[in-house]
């Protein structure tokens, strides 16, 4: 596993320790840290003109249903011509509560470019969904991509999901073991996994009672211990890409990224640890669409 610089940091504080040397007060700072960076309002502006400038362009096949409610739909991006090409389930952010797949445009233009095929998926947000529902509607698109790709040109034997935050969380909950049974799916139906700035425990997000995550999830500890990757990890190898930004919250991206791939790693996966540099949390969504950064780089090894 490559890392940089993975020592734990360390925590003075005079707060009570509530969760892995945490307290709650940092925790939930750690949950808001968008207030924390500059021009945020401006930078999301952006990223929105030039996801919506992409999409208008490439012209994807739009809100293809993958399941019977109505939030759960895909869009496709496929290059021309496609023929047995590999296959990206991209799934955003948001912090469980919001967020869309539009964004997802930006990197899936870069991935086009490279014979890659590219799905976005909508889910479930909290308050109106429980964790094991959003759970079951990434694994529901899942199965709909297996079933379905191929007439679009896509590979179903080269499956690969990417997320981004809480998207990171749910992209690692499709490497859990034996839910594709339920599916009559193969087990071995997720070939990669891409990790950007994730929460891997989300006992953190319980010890979090004030972040706005999970006011509206209402989590338990036995929902977040049955609901978090870092404690179902895949029965078989995986190539896995983990990354965080550089100006994130040490004590929390940093720290679960660093313990995913460990774990990972000790489940006998082949790992990527990756800092991205001089990126805050609201820069990652650019890694995948950046073909000089080392994301793009370590995907492309996977791939090809």
């Known amino acids: 596993m490559s890392e940089k610089n993975i020592a734990n940091p360390v925590l003075k504080n005079l707060d009570p320790i509530v969760y892995k040397g945490m307290t709650v007060n940092q925790l ?24 919506q400038t992409v999409k208008a362009k490439l012209n994807p ?11 759960q739909k895909l869009d496709i991006y496929a290059p021309k011509n496609a023929k047995n090409i ?22 899936a233009e870069t991935l086009m470019s490279k014979g890659i095929l590219s799905i976005s998926i909508d889910y479930g947000l909290a308050p109106q ?7 079951n509607h ?3 698109a899942v199965a709909w991509t297996y079933k379905n790709i191929s007439q679009y040109g896509g590979n179903p034997n080269r499956l690969y999901v990417y997320g981004m935050s809480a998207g990171a969380h749910l992209a690692g909950s499709a490497l859990m073991p034996n839910w594709p049974k339920d599916f ?6 997720i070939k990669g996994l891409i990790a950007l700035s994730g929460i891997y425990d989300l006992c953190t997000l319980v010890h979090a009672p004030q972040a706005d995550s999970q006011k509206a999830l209402q989590m338990t ?24 930004g550089e100006k994130e919250p040490l004590i929390l991206y940093r720290f679960e990224a660093i313990n995913y791939a460990q774990e990972l790693q000790k ?25 000089e950064g080392n994301v793009f780089k370590e995907l492309m090894k996977i791939l090809f």
């Open 129 to 135: 969904y429980r964790m094991d529902n959003i759970i």
């Open 28 to 51: 939930t700072e750690a949950y808001d840290d968008y207030i924390a960076i500059p021009n945020l309002d401006a930078l999301l502006h952006e990223n929105r003109e030039r996801a």
């Open 138 to 140: 990434i694994r529901q």
């Open 86 to 107: 590999p296959v990206i389930i991209s799934i955003h952010g948001g912090g469980w509560t919001m967020g869309s797949k539009n964004p997802w445009a930006i990197p």
């Open 221 to 244: 500890m036995e929902e977040s211990t049955r609901d978090s990757p870092l404690y179902h990890l895949p029965n078989h190898s995986i190539p896995c890409i983990i990354a965080y």
């Open 267 to 291: 489940a006998g996966c082949n790992v990527s640890l990756i800092e991205a540099s001089k990126a805050n949390h609201f820069d990652m969504i650019n890694e995948l669409a950046n073909a």
């Open 184 to 189: 009559g799916l193969p087990e071995d139906i």
């Open 61 to 71: 096949i739009q809100n293809v249903a993958y399941g019977s409610e109505i939030i």
